[in-house]
């Protein structure tokens, strides 16, 4: 009778182990399901002007539009390869309010953003200065955003090192562009290099250095979100160091 008894008791005493174990397992595979998702996230590409909106002119004649709708689509491209879903203000030669005035193409640049699931933005742009001699790739950032100083941080840093840049940029802080100010997801701008610059200009236009750029944007995405969720993980802040002394030329 004694050894019955002891038998259930095994038994009870068995199954209660088996459960609390059971929930002790859960959370660590909740988080392995959280953090395969990583790559799942989705990114907002602004291809900068559009239609009747020509953006910068060239010094060969070429339009920032253009080049900046190129870039923008071979972003979508790397992005997407590496599993991300990308969201693309435009994807023609027009502005997103064609009918409208500027101020309403960039206010529905913002709703498409500020409405869609995204967690970053990309907004791709092209530059011009007075002194043809200024060349190189800018990003430019949010000032009250440390996240979008991080992104920055990390892609123009690629842009530098990748394309082999002569005199490189450092990425600078704004707080009047309206579509950083206005959008609600950690969100650059990239000046991807000079128009008023002949060889950079030449660049500009050429589909392999248009493929290398967009895949150097790509990298320093990718970066970005390891970066950030190793630090997530370690329970940093993320808080980083303004090394950022520039501001010349615009
Ligand atoms: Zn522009």
């Known amino acids: 009778m004694v050894r019955r008894w002891m038998i259930v008791f095994a038994v009870l005493l068995f199954a209660f182990i088996a459960v609390v174990i059971n929930d002790a397992v859960k959370p660590y595979e909740m988080v392995q399901a959280a953090d395969v998702r990583i790559h799942k996230e989705t990114i907002v590409i602004d291809a900068g002007h559009g239609g009747s909106d020509p953006g910068k002119v060239a010094i060969d004649g070429s339009l920032e539009k253009d080049i900046n709708l190129k ?79 991080a992104l920055a941080e990390v892609m123009q840093e690629q842009l530098n090192e990748t394309l082999n840049i002569a005199k490189p940029r450092v990425c600078k802080a704004d707080h009047s562009y309206y579509l950083l100010k206005n959008t609600t997801i950690t969100a650059v701008i990239v000046e991807c290099g ?57």
Not at 110 to 119: C, G, I, L, T
Not at 142 to 147: D, G, M, T
Not at 213 to 242: F, H, M, P
């Open 71 to 149: 870039i923008a689509g071979k972003l979508r491209r790397e992005l997407m390869e590496r599993g991300y879903d990308v969201i693309m203000t435009r994807e023609a030669d027009r502005l997103t309010q064609e009918t409208g005035s500027k101020q309403a193409d960039m206010r529905e640049r913002v709703r498409m953003v500020n409405h869609s699931d995204a967690q970053l933005l990309v907004s791709i742009h092209q530059n011009s200065f007075t002194d043809a001699g200024v060349c190189g790739p800018q990003v430019f950032y949010h000032e009250a955003s440390k996240e979008a100083k």
């Open 194 to 250: 000079f128009l008023s610059n002949e060889t950079e200009a030449g660049k500009l236009n050429d589909d392999a250095y248009q493929k290398q750029l967009a895949a150097c944007l790509a990298d320093a995405i990718e970066k970005y979100e390891q970066e950030s969720t190793s630090q997530r993980e370690c329970g940093q802040d993320g808080n980083i160091v303004d090394e950022n002394k520039s501001g010349r030329d615009l």
